[in-house]
């Protein structure tokens, strides 16, 4: 689910958020393969709150529109 996708990938951070890198590596653990440029620009669209990283509300947005 992406829910355990978000938590297994913040909890080896802690911060509970996703940043660039991070979203980068949930998303190749979801299958998709993307590139630093690629994760920096999903992340914008995604970033209701312009801070840089994904919460998980965000990141599950972002999953559901890759379903």
Do not use: C, N
């Amino acid at each position: 689910s992406q829910r355990g996708v978000f938590l297994t990938t913040t909890l080896l951070r802690g911060s509970g958020f996703l940043d660039y890198r991070e979203l980068r590596h949930a998303l190749r653990y979801l299958g998709v393969d993307i590139s630093v440029p690629g994760a920096i620009e999903v992340l914008r669209q995604y970033d209701d709150w312009p801070d840089g990283k994904l919460d998980l509300a965000e990141f599950s947005r972002l999953v559901e529109d890759l379903m």
